[in-house]
């Protein structure tokens, strides 16, 4: 079992920076892939971010604007998000689980019925 815990979200206005974070703990082998998603209002599920052996990839609408890391114990995974939009508005969501896929398959593809998803946090982006 991974436990995933998510922290970081808040309300910032556009333009503005948010950094989220994603604390690891448990069977840590099954954390190959590790990435970040989000769900607007009515809006479905869509992967951010991910990271595997292979490095860093980014879904388009993100890609120059925010950063995914591991922290040097791999036990902590970041978001830093700049210049924020009122369409990144949603709940983040942390996930692993084991490279069973590359990461840019598993952006496209995830879903909270396989691996590892924590409990979300809400990032709100308003004038």
């Known amino acids: 079992q991974v436990q995933l815990v998510e922290s970081g979200g808040g309300s910032v206005q556009p333009g503005g920076s948010l950094r989220l974070s994603c604390k690891v703990s448990?069977?840590?082998?099954?954390?190959?892939?590790m990435g970040w998603f989000r769900q607007g209002e009515k809006k479905e599920r869509e992967g951010v971010a991910a990271?595997?052996?292979?490095?860093?990839i980014y879904a388009d609408s993100v890609q120059g604007r925010f950063t995914i890391s591991l922290g040097a114990d791999r036990n902590t995974l970041y978001l830093q998000m700049n210049d924020l939009r009122t369409e990144d508005t949603a709940v983040y969501y942390c996930?692993?689980?084991?490279?069973?896929?590359?990461?840019?398959?598993?952006?496209?593809?995830?879903?909270?019925?396989?691996?590892?998803w924590g409990q979300g946090t809400e990032v709100t982006v308003s004038s």
């Open positions: 990271i595997d052996s292979d490095g860093p």
């Open positions: 448990g069977n840590t082998v099954d954390t190959g892939l």
């Open positions: 996930s692993a689980r084991a490279r069973v896929m590359t990461a840019k398959v598993w952006l496209l593809t995830a879903t909270p019925a396989y691996g590892y």
